[in-house]
């Protein structure tokens, strides 16, 4: 029996494809644009807060954070957050406030990858979790670059079937729309499987001859 056909191994690669990116995470880049208030100190503030205990399990990875912009030593966590910037964070919903208030000294621009996993991927119903980025001034209340209140430049939400929305606050005070761009990360691992398979159907044609 033949279990090298290329067309069986293109089907099973496809399959395996379809399965990966079904459950995979999805990764986000996310820039700010900091150089309305470059040089000033404030703070970051990163929340990852389910709606209520009804919602389904969900983590937050953020990673390669970086930019013109210094880390100062003030620093509070609160809830299910483990790391340290500039190092990875990683939030879970397992609790009511999920919450990093970071001190820094602004630049003209920070960026980092945000990856969001877990139940809510496949999960049925309709209160979710919220991702959410405030920018504030030295005080620690007062917002920065937003048009919203409670300080907030950006928020993710993250609805029970894989769904995220993104929604941004911020002021259009560089002449542009906002100050914030989220892009999605391109070609998840499953991508990265189908091709890594494809490739080997010349190898595997020659060894045929």
């Known amino acids: 029996m033949n ?6 191994l293109v089907a099973a690669l496809s399959l395996l494809l379809s399965l990966s990116t079904a459950h995979a995470a999805m990764l986000y880049h996310v820039s700010v644009d900091t150089s309305a208030v470059n040089a000033s100190s404030g703070y970051i503030d990163l929340q990852f807060n389910p709606g209520d205990s009804s919602a389904p399990a969900a983590t937050a990875l953020l990673s390669g954070f970086g930019g013109s912009i210094t880390l100062l030593p003030t620093v509070t966590t609160d809830g299910a957050v483990t790391g340290v910037l500039p190092g990875s964070l990683t939030f879970a ?45 030295a005080d620690g209340m007062t917002s920065l670059l937003t048009t919203d209140l409670n300080g907030t430049v950006l928020t993710s939400e993250l609805v029970p079937g894989g769904v995220v929305t993104h929604t941004t606050f911020a002021a259009d005070v560089l002449g542009s729309p906002s100050v914030v761009a989220v892009t999605p990360v391109p ?18 044609r020659k060894r045929r001859v």
Not at 3 to 8: C, H, Q, S, V
Not at 94 to 113: E, I
């Open 3 to 8: 279990f090298l056909n290329p067309t069986r």
């Open 93 to 137: 919903n397992s609790t009511a406030f999920n919450d990093v208030f970071q001190s820094v000294l602004f630049g003209s621009n920070f960026s980092f990858d945000i990856s969001f996993d877990g139940d809510f991927l496949n999960a049925s119903g309709s209160t979710g979790t919220s991702f959410v980025v405030g920018l504030y001034a």
């Open 187 to 204: 070609l998840p691992a499953g991508v990265w499987l189908l091709l890594s398979g494809l490739s080997v159907l010349p190898w595997w």
